[in-house]
């Protein structure tokens, strides 16, 4: 991760912070030439393909230079910020900013290599699925011009308090730092109230003005998030936002898998009446007391029930070997809108959960999702998928299987409608489900008896009972 330039500097390169990840966007610096860092502090904020991601230096010294200005797109293994180890020679002054290069410099040849053995320009480490790339650093276009200092200016300002040269970074976990970034409240100005000198979320709320309060959570899970801004100009026809990180990811792999997979999508319509007024009477019940409560826990466990009845739908295809790969575990994904585009994060071996762990696997997953602070390691492994496009008023739609998985499910929006009740027409909550799945591993026999199954477990919920 490391590599010494001389007896006193250390340059901190780009690590894979998931894998087979290539390259990452430093959002947002944490340091600037001149201060003094410590082990595992955090220096910089960088998002990749899948996650947004706080980067700790891993050694004590004062910060020399920062490579790359926000914004920059690079490569994992390439050097972003060079610290003066503690004990070393003191730095010189950062040099005035000078104009940007068109293009980053070849990083200096490494000392520790072999004696008349050149080290290759281009990134070497090979990483998981992506063999050794070759490509040089990007810089994504910018609007207007161009930025000319290598690295960032102060901190901008915040309820009218400046960050104080030289103070030590307040101690606030990630999902903090991004609501008071949101806020726009400045952490050095708030007294914590948290263990250890922690600020919480409730100190950040008190510290805004005016005072706002989080929003109440909706009924059902993976809610719209805001849009991510757009910058538009007056008398403009048109805006054009540049397509990255998640965004980009999610593109290439829904279409990766639309044009490999034979989907097959079949629909039910059910009376889920039942299941609403269980959902209301489990907010009551006193083990449920404090955790997440909503239809999409009981879709979800009548989704396991059915995997279980049905194992082989459970499974992937192995291409290379031309095997179905059948899964003994659920790793249950949740397609959560995010403001960095959707993500589908997923609740590990959800079939060996009671219905409270599973209230509480649902509430974390959805919260860290909203908070765009999902981790890499949370997104890889799923098997099966569940999209609540409910949530946005849909009835259905055909949805895309996440790439490796074998079927998806979307849920629809649940409405009070005229259904033949016991002979009789009558007001009742219903909803269309929709099972999309791979049609090389799921024959339509058992994506029927799946999508079969969930419904009646919806329309007769004591048979999360009988059946489990």
Not at 140 to 151: F, H
């Amino acid at each position: 991760m490391t590599t010494m330039t001389d007896a006193s500097v250390r340059e901190f390169k780009m690590p894979d912070v998931g894998e087979g990840l290539t390259e990452a966007e430093i959002l947002k610096w944490y340091v600037q030439p001149g201060d003094t860092v410590t082990d595992g502090q955090v220096v910089c904020e960088v998002e990749t393909a899948k996650a947004a991601v706080e980067l700790p230096i891993p050694y004590d010294g004062v910060v020399r230079e920062l490579r790359f200005p926000e914004g920059t797109t690079v490569d994992v293994g390439t050097a972003i910020i060079a610290v003066q180890v503690a004990g070393g020679a003191p730095a010189p002054a950062p040099a005035q900013p000078e104009a940007a290069p068109a293009a980053p410099q070849a990083p200096a040849p490494d000392p520790e290599a072999p004696a008349g053995e050149a080290k290759p320009a281009a990134r070497q480490p090979v990483l998981v699925g992506y063999g050794v790339a070759t490509s040089a650093t990007r810089r994504r276009p910018r609007k207007g011009p161009e930025v000319t200092v290598p690295a960032p200016a102060a901190e901008p300002e915040l309820n009218g308090h400046a960050p104080a040269a030289g103070s030590p970074r307040p101690l606030a976990k990630p999902p903090v730092r991004k609501l008071a970034k949101d806020l726009g409240v400045d952490l050095a100005a708030i007294t914590p109230s948290g263990p250890d000198g922690i600020i919480t979320r409730e100190d950040v709320h008190a510290a805004a003005a005016p005072p706002a309060t989080p929003a109440a959570a909706p009924a059902q899970a993976a809610a719209p998030a805001a849009p991510a801004p757009v910058t538009t100009y007056d008398g403009a026809r048109e805006t054009r936002v540049p397509v990255k990180g998640v965004r980009k990811a999610t593109a290439a792999a829904m279409v990766g898998s639309a044009f490999t997979a034979p989907h097959v999508t079949e629909f039910v319509t059910v009376d889920v009446t039942r299941t609403m007024k269980l959902v209301e009477e489990l907010k009551q019940d006193k083990e449920m007391q404090g955790r997440r409560v909503n239809p999409l826990l009981l879709i979800a466990k009548a989704l396991l029930v059915a995997i279980k009845r049905n194992p082989d739908i459970n499974a992937s295809w192995d291409e290379a070997n031309q095997e179905i790969v059948l899964k003994h575990y659920v790793n249950l994904g949740i397609a959560a809108a995010t403001p960095r585009g959707l993500i589908v994060p997923n609740i590990k071996d959800a079939q060996a959960k009671t219905l409270p762990q599973l209230a509480d696997a649902l509430g974390e997953l959805v919260s860290t999702a909203r908070e765009g602070k999902t981790s890499p390691s949370a997104m890889q492994g799923g098997t099966v998928t569940i999209t609540n496009v409910g949530v946005f008023g849909v009835d259905t739609g055909t949805p895309i299987i996440n790439p490796g998985e074998s079927a998806i499910l979307a849920v629809g929006a649940i409405k009070l409608q005229p259904w033949v009740h016991k002979g009789k027409v009558k007001p009742r909550q219903v909803t269309t489900l929709a099972l999309s799945f791979d049609h090389r591993l799921v024959d339509g026999e058992l994506g029927s008896k799946v999508l079969a199954d969930v419904a009646a477990i919806l329309e007769q919920p004591k048979r999360l009972i009988t059946w489990a």
